[in-house]
């Protein structure tokens, strides 16, 4: 199982980025796709999840509102569109996969859920 993450950069204070994340090495359909972020001194944290089956999304309350996940089934992979960014959003973004066999339509908010994660992409919000 490989989880790719792509997409980070350097942007100003209320661009944008989109982040990718192609998933491969097995059927993610009973899977759930999540966002993690991780800045300099401090913990993992949830960002964003999305149900490969069925759609449904959980976001942080720190980016309601301004990102949006979606998935893309034919291409296997899982977007993360950031936009009105702010230097507080500088981390680095992981991209995981929980198996979700249950299909419970619940929050996978703590890392422990997931099984399988991508190598992180870098991003920096400067101001």
């Known amino acids: 199982v490989q989880l790719q993450a792509s997409g980070g950069g350097l942007v100003q204070a209320g661009g944008s980025l989109r982040l990718s994340c192609a998933a491969s090495?097995?059927?993610?359909?009973?899977?759930?796709m999540g966002w993690f972020r991780q800045a300099p001194g401090k913990e993992r944290e949830f960002v964003s999840q999305?149900?490969?089956?069925?759609?449904?999304?959980y976001y942080a309350d720190s980016v309601k509102g301004r990102f949006t996940i979606s998935r893309d089934n034919a291409k296997n992979t899982v977007y993360l569109q950031m936009n009105s960014l702010k230097p507080e959003d500088t981390a680095v973004y992981y991209c995981?996969?929980?198996?979700?066999?249950?299909?419970?339509?619940?929050?996978?908010?703590?890392?422990?859920?997931?099984?399988?994660w991508g190598q992180g992409t870098q991003v920096t919000v400067s101001s």
């Open positions: 995981a996969a929980a198996k979700n066999e249950a299909g419970l339509s619940v929050l996978f908010g703590s890392s422990w859920y997931y099984d399988y």
């Open positions: 999305i149900s490969w089956s069925t759609g449904k999304t």
């Open positions: 090495g097995r059927t993610f359909s009973s899977y759930v």
